[in-house]
């Protein structure tokens, strides 16, 4: 069941409005999509938090436009903690979609214990699946990565019958042997006065020798 | 050996400003937390290098720091007991510009407990304020 968010229809425009409506505890949106008109939403902010905090990313919009929609784009401010805009696109039940679900690894790896690093190198990855199915994340689980064992995309399980889109061969998660620190001594003796090369610094060389 | 780019357009250049926040390196890219500044700022080279060495030897073998700073602007200075005019001084070091809200360093691979221990230490090195911050949902 998707969450459902109430939204107004916005009439207002430009950074003035946003910015009162940041204030008042709204958020500004806008739900395109189907070769259907652009709406410009308001939606609150506390529910669109709760939403996103809950990994949905199909909700159900009611209030000023009911409808299915995908949370297609967030924008947040410099810090990271308030989302300032979001675009919703319209989606129907029976439609499949691509969408990025995030990769969470689970359990511990035998190979850390053996002496190894786990490298997370693929963070998020793009999932098709129907609109009515759509995982609030992959698990990956390193239970049985050992020292050298890779898990690759098209090792990863996705709930609800969608598949991972690009290379199955890209490498998610690794077990690696730690890279060694550079002793310090050798960070001191490399650690000249030496100045980077000049892109056309030929006439200053021949300069200085004349 | 200390950060510095390889080839340079200039050797010297003027100091500039910072103005506003930052609208790109802001958010945690590559690892699972990130060491965010709260302040404007050069930071240099050298200091780069003492946050590495300070993250570096707490984490040991464990997880993986990412530097998403990198020096680019070289910082002059004139030498002591030297009577001013007779130009620009000489390249004495290189700095990193960093505006509010960018992210310095990164970790992943380690507990959110290990994380905040190894900022603490990191951050006590760094000429800026920092907070960590984690990955932001989308």
Known sequence: MAEVLKVDVRTSRGKHFARRMRKAGSIPGVLYGHGEKTVALTVPAAALEAALRHGSRVVELAGGVSQSALILDLQWNTWGTEVIHVDFARVSADEVITVTIPIELRGEAPGVKAGGVIEHLLHEVEVV????????????????????????????????????EGDLETIVVQCVEPTAMPEEEEEAAAAGEAEPEVIGGRKEEEGEEA | MALMPKRVKHRKSQRGRIKGDATRGNHVVFGDFGLQSTQGGWVSAATIEAGRIAAQQYLRTEGRLYIRVFPHKSVTSIPLETRMGKGKGEPDFWAAVVRPGTVLYEIGGVTEEAAKICFARLAHKMPVRVRMIRRRPM
């Open chain 1, 129 to 164: 699946c129907k609109a009515t199915a759509v995982p609030e994340k992959l698990k990956a689980n390193v239970n049985h990565l050992e020292l050298g064992g890779v898990i690759r995309l098209g090792d990863l399980e996705v709930p609800g019958g969608g598949k991972c």
